[in-house]
């Protein structure tokens, strides 16, 4: 008797387990603002696969790679430079299930600023100043604007740049006069238009995506593709992001074009 009721209790843990997933995610701002802004999405997912989510994310982008690369991760909602990192990691951990699709007037780009109303409004005004990069696994604040700096000759122009680990600390510790410029993506230069000028404006680029642990039952990740495509609440959606219409179809190989920006900038001597 005590073995039978072992084996349920068994049985029923190995369900309740089951119907638990972790979704992840890159924090390009604060991590609680971040967890807000994807909350109504996750409660959609959680309906649809009828599953309980828990939402997590690394110490920085380095370690939420790591997350994304070992499986941690069932579920996330990632940037395509930490993707492709942890696509190098581990090139079987990630399957792309849908892209967020933006609206024509606010492409997914990088923007080198600086403080509005200061003297440096173009990459020679940069000459022995101090620059600041987000994460240097970012997307658009580290690998994107990086390029930028490098074909304009100006990267070995500058006094210094550090890492301040997030675009929205970028653009605040510019705005305090602590740099002369640094990089953002176009979203945050928008947030902080009252205080910052554009210097540089970068090519558009394919944003983030919703992925899926590729070890995820397949029928999970189907439902979850097919709410994601036909979802049209516009309050989930730019909840995440103003800009966004959407998802859609997403393949590995629109990355290809940041691939050859990433490895040419780790490259540069």
């Known amino acids: 008797m005590k073995a039978i009721l072992f084996i349920l209790i068994l049985v029923i843990s190995q369900l309740t387990a089951s119907q638990n997933l972790v979704f992840g995610t890159i924090s390009t701002i604060d991590p609680i603002l971040m967890e807000t802004k994807l909350t109504p999405l996750i409660k959609e997912i959680e309906k649809v696969t009828r599953t309980n ?14 997350k ?4 941690t991760f069932d579920i996330g909602f990632i940037g395509p430079a930490p993707y ?34 200061s003297k440096f409004l173009k990459y020679s005004d940069l000459k022995d100043k101090k620059f600041a990069f987000g994460s240097p696994e970012s997307t658009l604040s580290y690998y994107v604007p990086k390029a930028m ?7 070995k122009e500058l006094k210094y740049y550090d ?13 305090m006069g602590k740099y002369s410029a640094g990089a953002v993506k176009q979203s945050i230069a928008n947030k902080y238009s ?19 642990n590729s070890k995820l039952d397949k ?7 097919n709410m994601l495509l036909n979802l049209k609440d516009k309050k989930i959606i730019q909840k995440i992001k103003k800009s966004a219409v959407g998802f859609e179809e997403r393949e590995d190989s629109e990355y290809d074009k940041l691939r050859v920006i990433m490895d040419s900038v780790d490259s540069y001597k």
């Open 219 to 225: 029928n999970l990740i189907l439902k979850i593709k």
């Open 68 to 71: 994304f690369a070992d499986g």
């Open 194 to 212: 009252k205080y910052l000028q554009t210097i540089a404006t970068s090519q558009s680029m394919p944003g983030f995506m919703i992925v899926a």
């Open 149 to 155: 700096l490098i074909n304009s000759n100006t990267l």
């Open 163 to 175: 890492f301040l680990g997030r675009h929205d600390r970028v653009a605040q510790y510019v705005i």
């Open 84 to 117: 492709i990192h942890a696509k190098n990691i581990n090139p079987e951990a990630l399957k792309i299930v849908a892209g967020i699709k933006n609206s024509k007037k606010h492409p997914y780009r990088s923007v080198i600023v600086s403080k509005k109303g």
């Open 53 to 66: 989510i828990k939402f997590q994310t690394g110490y920085d982008y380095a370690s939420t790679i790591d």
